[in-house]
């Protein structure tokens, strides 16, 4: 059965719970010659994992997909620049509940192995530093969640991070 259309526009239906789970992207910059990712160290003023090493990552905007998500997210906090079609998914991660997700979060991780720019930190309110990091030695202070997908990832392969479920 179509849906009622309104301006050749299909009619919005009404949310299937009442708050629906935070939609989230993360980017993995990999330097596949010199085997560095970006990342960055949130700081004092994080509103959560205050000190700890992270992707760059961020909430998605209503409306918008997650792809730009991501690259609006990725150019926000290191300046760096990513063509949305250069992007490919890395990782999953699907949390049942998070600081600012009460009815869970959903995070894709993709990975950019093109972009133009060099790292900095641009949200140092946010954020005490933002660098390159030496693929085999990533620091051991990273937020949970989105450590296992980095280490996932190097691994090799796409999987999916189950957080808050059992």
Not at 72 to 89: D, I, M, Q, Y
Not at 145 to 166: F, H, I, K, M, N
């Amino acid at each position: 059965m179509a849906q009622p259309t309104t301006d050749d526009e299909p009619k919005a239906l009404k949310p299937a719970l009442e708050s629906m789970t935070l939609l989230v992207a993360a980017v993995i910059v990999h330097d596949k010659a010199t085997n560095r990712v970006v990342l960055l160290q949130r700081g004092d003023q994080a509103k959560f994992a205050k000190g700890l090493w992270d992707l760059p990552v961020g909430k998605s905007e209503p409306g918008e997909p997650i792809t730009e998500t991501a690259v609006r997210e990725l150019h926000e906090e290191t300046g760096l620049t990513v063509k949305p079609e250069a992007l490919e998914v890395a990782h999953i991660i699907h949390g049942a509940r998070g600081v600012e997700a009460p009815n869970g979060f959903l995070t894709v991780v993709f990975v950019a192995h093109e972009w133009t720019g060099e790292p900095e930190n641009r949200e140092p309110r946010k954020h005490a530093q933002v660098r390159w990091a030496d693929a085999d030695a990533i620091p051991e202070r990273f937020v949970a969640t989105t450590s296992s997908a980095l280490r996932r990832y190097l691994l090799g392969g796409p999987e999916v991070t189950l957080d808050g479920w059992r």
